[in-house]
């Protein structure tokens, strides 16, 4: 069975940093691209990152960009995404999920971050 | 970026009626393999996204066959045939094709 866990997520200050982690289990986790999306209270769906099978290519949307790293580390089937310099905006419920052809096949239960002083 | 554009943005629907849901794309999302990276999920309250429709009309494994989608380069549909109670949620479409992966706005679908 496909699981994807998502965990890191808190209370920081405007400016701090955060490090969500993601535990997969039950695929092959070296064999497919991962991503980050995120949901602002009452708001839609962000894709935020992802990044390639062996990590060398990764990508972001451009409201983070230079904020947030997106890692991987395949021997441990775990996924990161690395936040500094939070702002108010990036508050929101944080999903891992896995690619596959274009769609997010799989989705973690998602991990709450709240940027408040 | 390709900009994701959903109607209705809510949808009261009597059970056992059908529904429908437009979403169109800013660019054509049909690809010289014959592939739409056109994607439909369905977020139901408390939980989170779960895949129905991917490459325009392909059914996630589990998807009752009451969903079906389609469409062309821009255009495209998620329809349900009878809605049940089940269905409540929050629908949308995703474009799958370039960086930046972006969203439509959702559509949300309540039972009257």
């Known amino acids: 069975e496909v699981q994807l866990v998502a965990s890191g997520g808190g209370l920081v200050q405007p400016g701090g940093s955060l490090r969500l982690s993601c535990a997969a289990s039950?695929?092959?986790?070296?064999?497919?691209?991962m991503s980050w999306v995120r949901q602002a209270p009452g708001k839609g769906l962000e894709w935020v990152a992802n990044?390639?099978?062996?990590?060398?290519?990764?990508w972001y949307v451009d409201s983070v960009k230079g904020r947030f790293t997106i890692s991987r580390d395949n021997a441990e089937n775990s996924l990161y995404l690395r936040m500094n310099t939070l702002k108010v905006e990036d508050t929101a419920v944080y999903y891992c999920?896995?690619?596959?052809?274009?769609?997010?096949?799989?989705w973690g239960q998602g991990t709450p971050v709240t940027v408040s002083s | 970026d390709i900009v994701m554009t959903q109607s209705p943005l809510s949808l009261p629907v009597t059970p056992g009626e059908p529904a429908s849901i437009s979403c169109w794309s800013s660019?054509?999302?049909?690809?010289?393999?014959?592939?739409?990276?056109l994607n439909w999920y369905v977020q139901k309250p408390g939980q989170s996204p779960q895949l129905l429709i991917h490459?325009?009309?392909n059914r996630a494994s589990g998807v009752p066959d009451r969903f079906s989608g389609s469409g062309s380069g821009t255009d495209f549909t998620l329809k349900i045939s009878r809605v049940e109670a089940e269905d409540v949620g929050v629908y949308y479409c995703?474009?799958?094709?370039?960086?930046?992966?972006?969203f439509g706005q959702g559509t949300r679908l309540e039972i009257k």
């Open positions: 990044i390639r099978e062996d990590g060398s290519e990764n």
């Open positions: 995703m474009q799958g094709q370039q960086n930046p992966i972006t």
């Open positions: 999920a896995r690619a596959f052809q274009g769609a997010f096949d799989y």
């Open positions: 660019q054509s999302l049909l690809q010289s393999n014959g592939y739409r990276y």
């Open positions: 490459l325009g009309s």
């Open positions: 039950g695929f092959a986790f070296s064999n497919y691209w």
